[in-house]
């Protein structure tokens, strides 16, 4: 049975920085596409951050140059470092992986087959 689990989540000051971690267990994502997405309360699931299995990164406006995403896949983890965090992304973040593998570019937001069951961040001002 295939598991994400997020981590890492907290309440930090505007300016402050947090690093979110995603295990996966029961299969190998190391060719897969990953991915975080974020939903604050009474909004939409939104788009974060992406990673090919390859390495490529994409991003949300909102967050480019101050939200990395990156993989270790010896420890089957995908990361997001979030840095000079602002209210506005306070949320709950999923991560999600792809079934598919060997994608050259991400997919859809609805195309993601797993799920992490979700971290809560609070950026206080």
């Known amino acids: 049975q295939v598991q994400l689990v997020d981590t890492g989540g907290g309440l930090v000051q505007a300016g402050g920085s947090l690093r979110l971690s995603c295990a996966a267990s029961g299969r190998t994502f190391s060719a897969h596409a990953a991915a975080w997405f974020r939903q604050a309360p009474g909004k939409e699931r939104q788009f974060v951050a992406a990673?090919?299995?390859?390495?490529?990164?994409y991003y949300a406006d909102s967050v480019k140059g101050r939200f990395t995403i990156s993989r270790d896949n010896a420890k089957n983890t995908v990361y997001l470092q979030m840095n000079n965090l602002k209210p506005e992304d306070t949320a709950v973040y999923y991560c999600a992986a792809d079934a598919v593998a060997y994608r050259t570019t991400p997919p859809g937001p609805r195309e993601y087959t797993y799920w992490g069951q979700g971290t809560q961040v609070t950026v206080s001002s």
């Open positions: 990673i090919t299995w390859s390495g490529s990164t």
